[in-house]
């Protein structure tokens, strides 16, 4: 996608399968399998959708999927499908892994910052050797003190390796990182979750990353009980989607299983979203 001096790509690191019950909070499961399937473990389908932003002479990526480390254990448990993956589908675009400059980490959680490393000689070690890693400090001090809560989430492979590669650059504060790329601390799903806005020609592009991780959780109760602080997510999502209606913000949706962007529209009292569409290559 052309986005005024920018070029957008979703990629794709596979799906994986998450408790239907888990995703919806405190939604009865009779209202979300209106809008979704689930299978015979309550499962649900998801994607793990990146962003590749290229322009002002820099390659960019946002989260990194889950990557290649995860147990068979885990890949049982979350149904993982990778035929597709971050490697496949950066192929895709043209783009090898030393070709990317920054990796912005929404958070750290394995479903975002899995893909930030890889197994080489028995160590995990940076995939994007060339890039800086732009990390929230609060989110980095959360990741590397997991409590019993947020325990199974955070994986130290997934990201101390870049920070002993020299790779980490972290970030304190909202503001723009680069011309038009601006990150923005919602709160709600983890204390430091951030989202990422790109401005460009006038318009306003937003990887929403878990702030609305699919098309169905625009409604401001279809909030996940994995959110930590699921009273922020509500607050932040209100303002937010209201100006995201306002803006006309195209809206990129990280685990939505078949929309990888779209823009929010309100008629009468409803909420939907109106999907762009995307070549093979973000599937
Ligand atoms: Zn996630």
Same mark, same amino acid.
């Given at each position: 996608?052309?986005f &005024? !001096?920018? +070029?957008?790509?979703?990629?794709?690191?596979?799906?994986? =399968?998450?408790?239907?019950? /888990?995703?919806?909070? @405190?939604?009865?499961?009779?209202?979300?399998?209106?809008?979704?399937?689930?299978?015979?473990?309550?499962?649900?389908?998801?994607?793990?959708?990146?962003?590749?932003?290229?322009?002002?002479?820099?390659?960019?990526?946002?989260?990194?999927?889950?990557?290649?480390?995860?147990?068979?254990?885990?890949?049982?448990?979350?149904?993982?499908?990778?035929?597709?993956?971050?490697?496949?589908?950066?192929?895709?675009?043209?783009?090898?892994?030393?070709?990317?400059?920054?990796?912005?980490?929404?958070?750290?959680?394995?479903?975002?910052?899995?893909?930030?490393?890889?197994?080489?000689?028995?160590?995990?070690?940076?995939?994007?050797?060339?890039?800086?890693?732009?990390?929230?400090? &609060? !989110?980095? +001090?959360?990741?590397?003190?997991?409590?019993?809560?947020? =325990?199974?989430?955070?994986? /130290?492979?997934?990201? @101390?390796?870049?920070?002993?590669?020299?790779?980490?650059?972290?970030?304190?504060?909202?503001?723009?990182?680069?011309?038009?790329?601006?990150?923005?601390?919602?709160?709600?799903?983890?204390?430091?979750?951030?989202?990422?806005?790109?401005?460009?020609?006038?318009?306003?592009a937003?990887?929403?990353?878990?702030?609305?991780?699919?098309?169905?959780?625009?409604?401001?109760?279809?909030?996940?009980?994995?959110?930590?602080?699921?009273?922020?997510?509500?607050?932040?999502?209100?303002?937010?989607?209201?100006?995201?209606?306002?803006?006309?913000y195209v809206i990129?949706?990280?685990?939505?299983?078949?929309?990888?962007a779209?823009i929010?529209?309100?008629?009468?009292?409803?909420?939907?979203?109106?999907?762009i569409?995307?070549?093979?290559?973000?599937?």
């Open positions: 996608m052309i &005024g !001096e920018f +070029d957008i790509r979703p990629l794709s690191d596979g799906t994986f =399968r998450l408790d239907g019950g /888990a995703m919806f909070g @405190v939604i009865p499961k009779s209202m979300w399998e209106k809008r979704t399937t689930a299978d015979e473990k309550n499962r649900i389908p998801l994607a793990a959708r990146p962003l590749l932003v290229q322009g002002g002479g820099r390659t960019i990526l946002i989260d990194a999927g889950i990557g290649d480390k995860m147990s068979e254990k885990s890949a049982d448990i979350y149904g993982f499908d990778r035929v597709v993956n971050l490697d496949t589908s950066l192929a895709w675009a043209g783009v090898s892994p030393e070709d990317i400059d920054v990796v912005i980490a929404t958070h750290l959680h394995f479903d975002h910052a899995g893909g930030f490393t890889v197994m080489a000689g028995g160590r995990p070690r940076p995939r994007f050797p060339n890039a800086r890693y732009i990390i929230r400090r &609060g !989110e980095w +001090d959360d990741a590397t003190h997991p409590n019993e809560r947020n =325990r199974a989430s955070y994986f /130290a492979e997934n990201y @101390v390796p870049l920070l002993d590669a020299g790779l980490v650059d972290f970030v304190e504060d909202d503001g723009e990182l680069l011309p038009g790329i601006s990150v923005l601390r919602t709160g709600g799903h983890t204390m430091h979750h951030q989202i990422v806005r790109i401005d460009s020609g006038g318009r306003t937003v990887f929403a990353a878990d702030l609305l991780p699919t098309t169905a959780h625009i409604d401001d109760p279809w909030i996940m009980a994995y959110d930590l602080y699921p009273l922020d997510t509500l607050a932040y999502k209100k303002s937010f989607v209201a100006d995201a209606i306002r803006g006309e990129f949706f990280e685990h939505d299983p078949t929309v990888a779209g929010i529209r309100q008629e009468g009292g409803r909420k939907r979203v109106e999907a569409e995307m070549s093979t290559a973000s599937r």
